[in-house]
C-alpha cells in the first residue's frame, strides 16, 4: 500500500499542473524552451496527443490556458470575459507540442499542457501493474472517477456502483460486477456551478472555450486491466460527441482494440443523456 501511495506521488510531482518543479510546470512555464522530461512524462503527453488525433482535435491536452479561466472551485464563481477566453483560445492546439527524444517544446509560447483527462488513468494502470508486480490477487484502486478492480474478493466478482449524477455522492444509479476490469466514468456533473439559472461545467469546448454542449450527463466505460488510461480519454471525448457520435466511435475503437488485444478490449459503455437524469 505505502508503495503504492509512494507511486502516486511521483507521478504527481511529474505530470501536475499546479506543482511547481514538476515537467508539466516547467513545460507550462518556460515560454517556447525546450524542456527535459522523464520519459514516463513523455509518455502520458504522447497518450494526450494520440486522443487528440483520434477526436480529431475536440480532446486536446493545450486546452491548459483556457481550463485557467474557469474556476470550479470557487465559492463565488465567475464566468471569464469573452476577451480573455478569446485569447486562451488562441494558444490551444495540440500539434505545437514537439517531442525529440525526452525534450518538449511549445512551438506556441503561450502554450499550456493539461493532462487531467488522461493522466489520472495512466497512474492508475501504473499503479495496479506495481501491485500485481509485488503479488498482490485481490485489491480495488479508487481514484475518484477511475476504478481499477484486481481480481476478486473472495471468490466473487467486485461489485462497483455508478454514482446519480447531480447526487450525493452516496446515490447510485446502477451497479456492474467486475473482475481485473478498470470502471471509469466522466460526467458534467463533477465540477459545476450555475450562474443565473445556467449551469457551467468543467469539460470545455476546444472550438468555443465554453463549456461544451451535449446530450449526456455521464459516460461509464468499462475495459480490461491496463486501460484506465484510454477510458479516462475516451469517456471525456465520448462525452463531448454526445450519444450519436460516440457510440459511432465506440463501435470503431471496440474494433480496433478487438484486433490489437483481445482480452483488453472494453466490454461496454454506457452514456446517460441530459434529458433522461431527472427520470432515473
Known amino acids: 500500500i505505502d508503495a503504492a501511495f509512494a507511486l502516486c506521488a511521483e507521478y504527481e510531482s511529474l505530470i501536475s ?33 494520440e486522443y487528440g488525433e483520434l477526436s480529431d482535435g475536440k480532446f486536446d491536452i493545450t486546452i491548459g490556458q483556457v481550463t485557467d479561466l474557469w474556476d470550479f472551485h470557487a465559492e463565488e464563481p465567475e464566468l471569464p470575459s469573452a476577451s480573455k477566453i478569446k485569447a486562451a483560445l488562441a494558444a490551444v492546439d495540440y500539434h505545437q507540442i514537439k517531442i525529440d527524444g525526452n525534450t518538449v517544446t511549445m512551438e506556441n509560447p503561450a502554450g499550456e499542457i493539461n493532462l487531467g483527462g488522461v493522466g489520472k488513468g495512466y497512474v492508475g494502470d501504473k499503479v495496479a501493474e506495481l501491485l500485481q508486480e509485488r503479488g498482490v490477487t485481490s485489491a480495488v484502486i479508487n481514484l475518484g472517477g477511475n476504478i481499477i478492480a484486481i481480481g476478486d474478493k473472495d471468490g466473487e466478482d467486485f461489485k462497483i456502483g455508478i454514482t446519480k449524477p447531480f447526487s450525493e455522492r452516496d446515490e447510485l444509479i446502477g451497479s456492474m460486477t467486475v473482475k481485473n476490469a478498470t470502471v471509469v466514468t466522466s460526467g458534467t456533473y463533477e465540477r459545476s456551478f450555475e450562474i443565473d439559472g445556467k449551469t457551467y461545467h468543467h469539460i ?3 472550438n468555443s472555450g465554453y463549456p461544451v454542449d451535449t446530450d449526456v450527463v455521464s459516460v461509464s466505460l468499462v475495459s480490461g486491466l491496463g486501460r484506465s488510461g484510454d477510458c479516462d480519454a475516451m469517456s471525456t471525448i465520448c462525452l463531448i460527441l454526445g450519444v450519436k457520435e460516440g457510440v459511432k466511435l465506440m463501435a470503431w475503437r471496440l474494433y480496433s482494440w478487438t484486433k490489437t488485444a483481445r482480452s483488453r478490449r472494453p466490454a461496454a459503455w454506457t452514456p446517460l443523456r441530459r434529458n433522461s437524469a431527472s427520470k432515473m
Do not use: F, M, Q, W
Not at 24 to 47: F, L, M, S
Open 17 to 49: 499542473v499546479t506543482r511547481e518543479g514538476s515537467d508539466i510546470y516547467k513545460i507550462n512555464h518556460a515560454k517556447g524552451a525546450p524542456v527535459t522530461c522523464d520519459p514516463r512524462t513523455i509518455e502520458v503527453i504522447k497518450k494526450g496527443i
Open 204 to 206: 470545455l469546448d476546444v
